[in-house]
């Protein structure tokens, strides 16, 4: 039982990173219907300009708001010169990001190397604590981790449920062009989109450098997992980017701790089950 807890909270910490980078994607991929392959690039990038300024000032929060803050800003340069000239054009907008995909991992190679980066916790946060459930011990940033993809989870279920531009967001997604036609600037809107699901990718590559390291072809591993969760949990959906992320997160925790040999048939096997019995994902609605 004590090592059944402790995976199920490793499951729930890396279920935390995916939802920070797959809730931005999905958001993207939900209402601008751009399938941003440099999402991954994105992680990545956050989490070396994190290491740079924890390097140079000595403090991680220093680094988790430049990274968030970075990717932020690159969000907003991205869309408002490469995506914004794709717009309309699938191929193009795939093939684009494909290719800043391959110049944001060839730059990062020459900026920081080849060899995997890790990001350290300060202070309490890289010690562990007794949790008395199992009576185990667990790392403090695991925790902190979780906490982080928690708050940020229930900040956006306000932003996208409580207030107007989150009901703006669900309309854009629902039909873009009744949202236009009521005389809403849909370019501000798709620009916010997209700095938010850049943000968050950044958010997530700072914090999974705590654990996974940064490295190159790290952004390819997680832009796997961001695009198994919306497909899992529904194309456009904030619930289902939180449903997916927990399912992908424990099912390849389990997978990995208890069946090595079979750990990509765990996670992906379950995953063809649910498609077969639901196309459009757990929590997304069918086309019509």
């Known amino acids: 039982m004590p090592e059944f807890i402790s995976q199920t909270l490793n499951g729930l910490s890396l279920a935390g ?11 993207v991929f939900g209402v601008m219907r751009v399938t941003n392959l440099s999402h991954g690039a994105v992680y ?9 300024v924890i390097a140079y000032k000595g403090n991680f929060f220093y680094g988790l708001l430049a990274g968030t ?21 699938p ?8 290719g800043l995909v391959y110049i944001i991992d060839d730059a990062c190679l020459v900026l920081w190397g080849g060899n995997p980066l890790s990001l350290r916790l300060p202070g309490a946060l890289e010690g562990s604590s007794n949790i008395p459930v199992g009576q185990i011990t667990y790392p403090n940033g695991r ?9 940020v989870g229930i900040a956006l279920f306000f932003l996208l449920r409580r207030t ?22 849909v ?3 798709f620009t916010a989109v997209f700095v938010l699901g850049a943000a968050l990718a950044g958010l997530g590559g700072v914090l999974g450098g705590t654990i996974f390291s940064l490295y190159p072809g790290g952004d390819s591993d997680i832009l796997t997992y961001a695009l198994v969760v919306v497909v899992v949990g529904g194309l456009g959906s904030y619930e289902g980017a939180i449903l997916g992320s927990l399912i992908v997160g424990l099912i390849d925790n389990y997978g990995q701790a208890y069946f090595p040999s079979l750990a990509y048939f765990a996670l992906f096997a379950p ?18």
């Not at 981790?145 to 708050?151: K, S």
């Not at 873009?176 to 036609?181: L, T």
């Open 187 to 189: 370019r501000r809107v």
């Open 17 to 27: 990173i995916m939802f920070l980078v797959s809730s931005g994607f999905t958001l």
């Open 271 to 288: 995953l063809v089950a649910i498609l077969l019995v639901r196309p459009q994902g757990l929590l997304g609605r069918a086309a019509t």
């Open 164 to 185: 107007r531009v989150g009901a703006v967001v669900r309309a854009g997604v629902d039909d873009r062009n009744m949202v236009s036609a009521l005389g809403i600037n």
């Open 91 to 98: 191929m193009a907008e795939l093939l684009a990001t494909l």
């Open 143 to 151: 925790l902190f981790i979780l906490g982080v993809a928690v708050v």
């Open 69 to 89: 803050v970075a990717m932020a800003a690159f969000g907003l340069l991205l869309e408002g010169t490469l995506i914004r000239r794709m717009r309309g054009r």
């Open 44 to 52: 990545l990038l956050g989490g070396y300009v994190a290491y740079s």
